[in-house]
C-alpha cells in the first residue's frame, strides 16, 4: 500500500507551526476590534461568478489559478482564492448595503494552483479587513493605519516598508488606460503571448506581468501620474496628510497598480526583504465598484489581506505555552481528588494535566517530559486530611497546601514559565 501524504501545496499546522498561526490570527482580530471592527465568516466555497466577476477573465487567478468544480446540480463552484468578494457578495446577499458603514475583520483558508514556494502554499491562509461604506481620503489613511499597528502588534512593523501609489479615479484610469494602450502597440510583437491577449481588453495587467520580455517594455510605460485629473490629484494630497496625522510612514510607489475598474485611488503594500521574493505581507487599495459587481448599488470601500504564512515566518519567536501543572494521585484512593483538583487548576485558568496510569516514579518522569512547572502529589494521607503536597519543579521546594487553596498557592508562586 502506497504511502498517504498530504496534497502538493498544502501543510499541516501542529505544534510551532499552529502556534504561530494563531497568534497572528488572534493578534490581529484584537487590534481591528480595537478600531470597531467585527469578524464575518463566509464559506470557503462560492458560485463562480462571485470571483470570476470581481477578478476579472484575464486575470491569472481566473485563468490558471482558480480551484473550480461542478457540484451534482449541475452548478459551477469555486474555492475562493481571496477574501473581499465573499464579503462583499456577503453584504448584498444579506442586505448590508443600507446598515453602512460596515466594518468587517476576517481570517481562514484560501486556494489557489500556483507553484509552491516559500511562504506560498495551493492552500494559504489569510486575515482581511474590510472598510465598507466611507469614500473619503481619511478612511484609506485609517485601514492603512490599522494594518500597520496589526504588524507593530506582531512585533514585526521594523522589517517592512509601506509603499503607496494613486491608482486615480475613473476618468484619470480611462486616459491612462488609452496611453497604455498607444505605447504597447508601438511593441506588440515584442510583448509576451498573453499581454498581446490582454493589450485590447485589459492592458494594466501588462503591468503586472513577469515575462522579461514584458518587463523591459513596463520600465518605459508612461505613468498614472501623468494622467491624474484634478479631483484625483486632490484625494492623492488628502491621503497623505491623513497618513501624517496617523503617524505612518510610506514611500511612493508608482508601479503598484491593481488590474480592474473597480479599483480606484488607493493602492499600498507592506513589504519585506527579510523573505526573498516574496516580500509581500499585506496589501489592499479602495474597490468602490465591486459592491455594485456583486448587485448591489455602487458602494465606496477599502480593505486590505495579509498572509499568515509569511507573517508568521516573520515573527521573532514562537509564542510561549503555558507550562502545565501535573496532578499525581498515589493509589486508588486519591483518584476522585486530584480529579477534583483538575477541575478547580483549570476553572481557575491553569493548564493542568494528569497521566492515567504509572506509579508515582512513571508519573514524575511524564511530568518532567511535558515541562510542567509544579506537580501536586495526593496520596491517602492528603485525601484524609484534605491537603495536597505542591512541589515547585524549577526549585525543588515542597509544600504541603489546603486543597482549597491549591489554586491560589500555584498563582503565587508563578505557575507560567514558558
Not at 499546522?13 to 476590534?33: C, F, N, S, Y
Not at 514611500?251 to 491593481?258: A, D, S
Not at 516580500?279 to 489581506?305: C, F, H, K, N
Amino acid at each position: 500500500m502506497s504511502t498517504i501524504r498530504p496534497v502538493r501545496g498544502t501543510h499541516d499546522l501542529i505544534g510551532e507551526d499552529q502556534r504561530r498561526h494563531a497568534h497572528v490570527v488572534e493578534t490581529a482580530r484584537r487590534v481591528t476590534a480595537l478600531y470597531g471592527f467585527e469578524e464575518w465568516a463566509t464559506p470557503v466555497f462560492e458560485e463562480t461568478g462571485v470571483f470570476s466577476r470581481s477578478l476579472g477573465d484575464t486575470s491569472d487567478v481566473v485563468s490558471k489559478e482558480m480551484y473550480t468544480f461542478e457540484d451534482r446540480g449541475g452548478d459551477s463552484l469555486t474555492l475562493r482564492p481571496e477574501g473581499t468578494a465573499a464579503i462583499c457578495r456577503a453584504l448584498v446577499t444579506n442586505g448590508l448595503t443600507q446598515s453602512l458603514p460596515q466594518k468587517v475583520f476576517y481570517a481562514g483558508p484560501m486556494f489557489r494552483y500556483e507553484r509552491p514556494q516559500k511562504g506560498r502554499y495551493r492552500q494559504f491562509h489569510q486575515i482581511g479587513a474590510e472598510l465598507i461604506g466611507p469614500g473619503e481620503p481619511m478612511a484609506d489613511a485609517e485601514a492603512i493605519a490599522m494594518g500597520r499597528d496589526v504588524l507593530a502588534a506582531l512585533g514585526i512593523v521594523d522589517d517592512v516598508v509601506l509603499e503607496l501609489n494613486t491608482l486615480g479615479d475613473a476618468e484619470s484610469r480611462a486616459a491612462w488606460r488609452e496611453g497604455l494602450v498607444a505605447y504597447f502597440s508601438d511593441f506588440r510583437d515584442r510583448l509576451s503571448e498573453d499581454s498581446r491577449n490582454r493589450l485590447e481588453r485589459n492592458p494594466l495587467r501588462i503591468l503586472d506581468s513577469k515575462a522579461p520580455e514584458d518587463r523591459e517594455l513596463v520600465a518605459d510605460a508612461p505613468m498614472l501620474a501623468s494622467f491624474l485629473n484634478d479631483a484625483s490629484r486632490r484625494f492623492w494630497d488628502d491621503l497623505r496628510e491623513a497618513l501624517r496625522m496617523f503617524g505612518v510612514a510610506y514611500t511612493e510607489n508608482p508601479r503598484i497598480v491593481r488590474g480592474l475598474d473597480y479599483y480606484s485611488h488607493t493602492a499600498f503594500e507592506f513589504v519585506t526583504t527579510n523573505l526573498g521574493t516574496q516580500g509581500t505581507v499585506l496589501a489592499g487599495g479602495r474597490y468602490d465598484g465591486l459592491v455594485s459587481e456583486m448587485g448591489g448599488p455602487q458602494t465606496p470601500a477599502i480593505g486590505w489581506a495579509g498572509g499568515i504564512e509569511r507573517l508568521a515566518m516573520l515573527l521573532d519567536a514562537t509564542p510561549a505555552v503555558q507550562q502545565p501543572v501535573a496532578v499525581i494521585p498515589v493509589g486508588d484512593v486519591a483518584q476522585e481528588a486530584a480529579v477534583r483538583a483538575l477541575a478547580a487548576l483549570r476553572a481557575g485558568g491553569i493548564r493542568a494535566e494528569m497521566a492515567y496510569r504509572g506509579n508515582l516514579k512513571k508519573r514524575m518522569e511524564r511530568a518532567n517530559k511535558t515541562r510542567a512547572s509544579h506537580v501536586v502529589i495526593i496520596g491517602e494521607t492528603e485525601v484524609a486530611e484534605g491537603t495536597v503536597q505542591v512541589r515547585d519543579l524549577a526549585t525543588g521546594l515542597q509544600n504541603e497546601v489546603a486543597a482549597s487553596a491549591l489554586v491560589q498557592a500555584i498563582r503565587q508562586s508563578g505557575e507560567v514559565r514558558a
